[in-house]
């Protein structure tokens, strides 16, 4: 191929033109030809199919009429023989030759001793449905109007009948036909009967052979009858039994003809006096009744003889085209290569040196245009000419510059540290590079007889095989996912892989890719974060209950005392007509109200009622102390009974998300209302906090420890937690947890 593509590149043009216009020419002739040529061939293919499949299917109607009407006419023939005998008889017993019983007597003889085809035979019944004439003891003398069939013969006498009989003694019906002839004066109905499966013997070949053998398909097809053991019953040249017969190649198609029935075959045929052998095809089918099978035939040369005719044509065609090609593709060449030697001649001067050197434009064509580039082109390189120098020395530093970057580049991937693989469909690996040796401290051997399977522990194993389901199915790749791999030392690490899927030049898959990064450190990190963050909710959490108990145990004492103590004074005051009394009572009323707002906030610090009142209750002391202690309106409104009544624990999460939301609300929004609303909705509680502020700060850290600590609470009893702006302002906190079982959903 590439000595060819050789040539042609060096041949002159005007023979690329011939080659080019003769080529696409010639292709699109015989694409043409080979579309029309299918389609012919498809329909004469079609045609004859259909026109072998009708006649098949005429001659196989018209064989069984033939046969049908054949058997009828030999059925009434006999009938009407056997009335007529019996009509004689009758006559000489009237003339006073016999008696009656004598000649019914010699009437059954005549009719006994016949018989119709193989096991047929003639019997008489009478008006009343009785067989008073039959062969079989069994049957003559009983009443059979219980048969549809009898009482079709009662009622029409005479014609021609089908209908099924099981003879006594024998366990199954049979198709049997007669016909029928009425003998009035001794009520005889004269039944000549033979079963179906008997036909055969009873129908005469030459009432259709004629018929057949007039069917003819192009020159030489024809029709032929045969039965499934080979014999010939019609046929225009052959006789006797073709069983065995075979084609040019050895196959003995009329074995298979006969064991097919129905169908259509190919094969070589050579008759008599002929001396090649022509493939044929033949369309067979089958009459059961007869044991025949009906076939039409036609030779394949004579039916594909218009073909050979197109073929013909066309390869005559082809040679026109490339006869009238030839001139015209070298005249137009001669056009075009003219200007361009001209222009080679300059291309030449200007490669010496000269650049100078220019060509005019004579014509507005390809090569006019080709001309006016040549100018500009040297014009250009002129000017280009001396700036060539410096351009290849910033071409040299440029280069330079890259090979440094490719060097740096290689070295950041020989050293990287994620772990890189390939595996195919089975999950067997077929690369891996150097840091997914280091992770999991197999040997490059090792790795490479082994199966991912192998480093996934069971409990994982589901899991991962999903994802790479799920990969192959759609074709994107996976997000970073947390697996468990097994190291050689059967230890655990964990990474966070993601893969994609790896795919033929066809788009078929082959196999995956991945990339892994060992984050057992960091994942260790996050469980020793987690357990921080407990125990500094333990501590807040024992901290903030000892505060409780030290404002409400300590000091709201020593309030009420300094207020009895003051009530005492005003009372001292009073009686001396002292005029600051009026003092000493108003601090009564100030210290009352300090010991409110002490016990309120001791209850905001260690909600009591969570345990005796539950979540609801808490939540709506939350609320006014919330508008006593900062004089903001809380409202609290809930829609449903307390959840949590069973589990302190979630209930005092729950209470203190609240309590940091709302608090939150207070110190950075600036709200002046706050909505605290407790509902449920399919199955969920909802509890939502909003506020009509400002919206949190951006200069508020969203990792603060507030905030961590109302994430960390929600996550320890599984409830969702979402924190955003509110599309009427201010700043909407939503939580959402499961309803517990014994709970219902207003």
Not at 230 to 243: A, S, T, W
Not at 412 to 434: C, S, W
Not at 562 to 572: A, D, G, N, Q
Not at 599 to 619: A, K, M
Request: glycine share 6%.
């Amino acid at each position: 191929m590439k000595k060819i593509a050789n040539f042609y590149r060096n041949l002159p043009i005007r023979f690329k033109l011939f080659l080019v216009y003769s080529s696409i020419l010639v292709a699109a002739a015989l694409l043409t030809v080979m579309l029309i040529y299918s389609q012919v061939h498809s329909t004469i293919e079609a045609n004859i199919e259909s026109e072998l499949t009708n006649t098949t299917a005429t001659i196989q109607n018209m064989v069984q009429a033939s046969a049908n009407t054949s058997i009828k006419n030999y059925l009434r023939a006999v009938a009407e023989k056997n009335r007529e005998i019996t009509e004689d008889i009758y006559r000489r017993h009237r003339a006073g030759l016999m008696t009656e019983e004598e000649a019914k007597a010699q009437a059954r003889g005549v009719l006994f001793s016949q018989t119709i085809g193989k096991t047929g035979y003639i019997y008489c019944a009478n008006s009343k449905g009785i067989a008073i004439v039959h062969p079989n003891p069994g049957v003559s003398g009983k009443k059979y109007l219980h048969h549809q069939f009898v009482k079709e013969q009662i009622k029409r006498k005479e014609g021609y009948l089908e209908y099924e009989w099981e003879n006594p003694g024998e366990n199954w019906k049979k198709q049997k036909a007669l016909y029928m002839t009425y003998f009035k004066p001794w009520d005889w109905i004269i039944s000549v009967s033979t079963y179906r499966d008997e036909f055969k013997d009873l129908v005469n070949v030459n009432d259709f052979r004629d018929s057949i053998l007039a069917l003819k398909f192009g020159k030489t097809g024809y029709s032929y009858v045969l039965d499934s053991k080979g014999n010939v019953i019609v046929h225009p040249i052959l006789q006797g039994n073709v069983y065995d017969v075979t084609d040019a190649k050895g196959w003995t198609f009329v074995r298979d003809i006969c064991a097919q029935k129905r169908g259509k075959i190919i094969y070589s045929w050579k008759n008599p006096g002929e001396e090649a052998y022509r493939e044929k095809l033949v369309i067979f089918n089958y009459i059961e009744e007869y044991d025949w099978i009906v076939a039409s035939t036609s030779y394949l040369e004579e039916v594909y003889a218009p073909l050979k005719t197109a073929r013909n044509v066309v390869v005559i065609t082809i040679f026109g085209i490339l006869l009238l090609g030839l001139p015209i593709s070298f005249w137009i060449s001669a056009s075009i290569i003219r200007p361009l030697r001209s222009l080679m001649d300059r291309f030449s001067q200007g490669a010496s040196g000269d650049l100078s050197v220019r060509m005019p434009i004579k014509s507005a064509d390809e090569i006019g245009q080709l001309t006016g580039y040549f100018n500009k082109f040297m014009e250009k390189l002129e000017i280009s000419r001396d700036h060539l120098k410096a351009e290849i020395d910033e071409r040299k530093q440029t280069e330079e510059a890259l090979r440094e970057s490719e060097k740096k580049y290689r070295t950041i991937l020989e050293r990287i540290k994620e772990g890189y693989f390939e595996v195919d469909l089975n999950g067997n690996f077929t690369f891996f590079n150097d840091s997914m040796l280091k992770i999991l401290g197999f040997s490059e051997d090792e790795m490479g007889r082994m199966n991912l399977r192998e480093l996934i522990d069971k409990k994982n194993r589901k899991k991962v095989i999903r994802i790479f389901s799920e990969v192959k199915d759609l074709g994107d790749a996976s997000n970073a996912a947390g697996w468990e791999l097994i190291k050689k030392d059967h230890s655990s690490c964990f990474c966070e892989i993601s893969v994609s899927l790896i795919a033929d030049k066809e788009g078929q898959p082959v196999g995956f890719r991945g990339v892994l990064r060992d984050v057992t450190e960091h994942k260790n990190a996050e469980k020793e974060s987690k357990r921080l963050e407990q125990e500094i909710l333990n501590i807040s959490e024992r901290e903030r209950q000892r505060i409780g108990r030290d404002l409400h145990d300590d000091l709201c004492p020593q309030l009420i005392g300094i207020e009895v103590l003051s009530k005492v004074l005003k009372k001292r005051l009073e009686r001396k007509g002292v005029a600051e009394a009026d003092d000493a009572a108003k601090i009564s009323a100030f210290i009352k109200d300090s010991i409110n707002k002490t016990r309120r906030l001791s209850r905001g610090l260690y909600p009591v009622n969570l345990t005796d009142r539950g979540l609801d209750s808490s939540l709506a002391e939350m609320a006014l102390y919330i508008k006593d202690v900062f004089g903001v309106e809380c409202h609290f409104r809930s829609d449903i009974p307390s959840p949590f009544q069973n589990d302190t624990t979630a209930a005092n999460h729950i209470y203190y998300i609240v309590h940091e939301a709302v608090h939150n609300a207070v110190k950075h929004s600036k709200s002046k209302n706050i909505f605290i609303i407790l509902s449920a909705n399919n199955g969920k509680v909802i509890l939502k906090i909003r506020d009509d502020g400002q919206g949190i700060p951006e200069a508020v850290d969203s990792r603060g420890m507030g905030l961590r600590l109302m994430n960390y609470r929600a996550n320890k009893i599984g409830a969702y937690l979402d924190i955003s702006k509110d599309v009427e302002g201010g700043t909407l906190v939503t939580i959402e947890f499961e309803m517990e079982k014994e709970e219902y959903v207003s």
